[in-house]
């Protein structure tokens, strides 16, 4: 039984991802309820193809175009290049809830990337999330750098943090306003699967972007970055999740993902203030946020 689960874009398209495998492999009921969507029987008339195929193993064409391959897991091109494949359960894992956590990011971050090669004009950002009075902040910056630092304390002086990791940015409304949602990481499933959801209806407008960095007064800061310094920031949170794998595409479809991820970042970059947050490990964040943004 082939199903699909379809997040929408503001302006008529949509990334898809489709399940042609058995529910106890890949559980995608499950993923269906961490997106707040409801799975859909497939069928070939469908106008947008899928992105992202979940299939077992032995349903893999000989002829694909293999980008990662473990014993569990393989990740494939379909011989034309229109849709990734994604093959699990090659051996059974030896923690099953977090594999299928894995599966499930794993399924988001190549839905997003062949959306982008399909033409959609949305993307996903390793980013942290917060919720503020105007509409969604992005903080962004190198892993270990203390985006769940910044998230946690966010969350302990009463703030709202819909997500630590990833974000998708979905640039299509008519009205020219970007919007942002939160998207589910195999770290935040694996600590807290009952705890987190991660609705794909739900969003806010990007209200900010800041960089991150550590404080050297013993207070948190906001300073300015130049122009060139912002965007290489911003440039590397956006191509994070598509970094290793664009690297073994044709060199069109490279450049294609590479031109596209370096428009939408200008087109962010442009809207506001080239600024880092410098931050500490206490203190009411959401204050300084709130009173300073």
Same mark, same amino acid.
């Given at each position: 039984?082939?199903?699909?689960?379809?997040?929408?874009?503001?302006?008529?398209?949509?990334?898809?991802?489709?399940?042609?495998?058995?529910?106890?492999?890949?559980? !995608?009921?499950?993923?269906?309820?961490?997106?707040?969507?409801?799975?859909?029987?497939?069928?070939? &008339?469908?106008? %947008?193809?899928?992105?992202?195929? #979940?299939?077992?193993?032995?349903?893999m064409p000989e002829d694909r175009h293999i980008l990662k391959s473990t014993p569990l897991?393989?990740? &494939?091109?379909?011989?034309?290049?229109?849709?990734?494949? #994604? /093959?699990?359960?090659?051996?059974?894992?030896?923690?099953?809830? =977090? =594999?299928?956590?894995?599966?499930?990011?794993?399924?988001?971050?190549?839905?997003?990337?062949?959306?982008?090669?399909?033409?959609?004009?949305? %993307?996903?950002?390793?980013?942290?999330?917060?919720?503020?009075?105007?509409? &969604?902040?992005?903080? !962004?910056?190198?892993?270990?750098?203390?985006?769940?630092? %910044?998230? /946690?304390?966010?969350?302990?002086?009463?703030?709202?943090?819909?997500?630590?990791d990833m974000a998708l940015l979905d640039f299509t409304a008519p009205d020219g306003l %970007?919007?942002?949602?939160?998207?589910?990481?195999?770290?935040?499933?694996?600590?807290? #699967?009952?705890?987190?959801?991660?609705?794909?209806?739900?969003?806010?407008?990007? /209200?900010?972007?800041?960089?991150?960095?550590?404080?050297?007064?013993?207070?948190?800061?906001?300073?300015?970055?130049?122009?060139?310094?912002?965007?290489?920031?911003?440039?590397?949170?956006?191509? =994070?999740?598509?970094?290793?794998?664009?690297?073994?595409?044709?060199?069109?479809?490279?450049?294609?993902?590479?031109?596209?991820i370096r428009s939408q970042t200008e087109f962010i970059t442009k809207r506001f203030p080239?600024? /880092?947050?410098?931050?500490?490990?206490?203190?009411?964040?959401?204050? !300084?946020?709130?009173?300073?943004?």
């Amino acid at each position: 039984m082939t199903r699909r689960l379809t997040i929408p874009l503001h302006g008529g398209g949509r990334i898809a991802i489709r399940a042609n495998a058995p529910e106890e492999a890949i559980h !995608f009921d499950g993923f269906a309820e961490l997106l707040g969507l409801t799975p859909s029987f497939d069928s070939d &008339a469908e106008d %947008v193809p899928a992105d992202v195929e #979940l299939v077992l193993p032995d349903a893999m064409p000989e002829d694909r175009h293999i980008l990662k391959s473990t014993p569990l897991t393989e990740i &494939a091109f379909n011989p034309d290049w229109s849709r990734i494949l #994604l /093959a699990s359960w090659k051996k059974k894992p030896p923690r099953v809830s =977090y =594999y299928i956590c894995y599966i499930w990011q794993t399924a988001v971050i190549f839905a997003g990337m062949n959306a982008i090669l399909r033409g959609e004009n949305a %993307v996903l950002v390793h980013c942290a999330i917060l919720e503020t009075s105007a509409g &969604a902040l992005l903080i !962004f910056g190198e892993s270990g750098m203390g985006k769940s630092t %910044v998230s /946690a304390r966010w969350r302990d002086h009463g703030g709202k943090c819909l997500s630590d990791d990833m974000a998708l940015l979905d640039f299509t409304a008519p009205d020219g306003l %970007v919007r942002v949602r939160r998207m589910p990481t195999w770290s935040a499933c694996r600590e807290a #699967l009952n705890e987190w959801n991660y609705p794909a209806a739900d969003e806010l407008p990007l /209200a900010g972007l800041l960089a991150l960095g550590r404080s050297e007064s013993g207070r948190d800061e906001l300073v300015p970055l130049s122009p060139a310094q912002f965007f290489a920031q911003c440039y590397r949170s956006i191509f =994070y999740w598509n970094l290793f794998y664009a690297k073994l595409l044709p060199e069109q479809m490279q450049a294609f993902l590479i031109d596209r991820i370096r428009s939408q970042t200008e087109f962010i970059t442009k809207r506001f203030p080239p600024r /880092a947050l410098l931050t500490v490990l206490e203190g009411d964040i959401v204050k !300084f946020i709130e009173d300073n943004l």
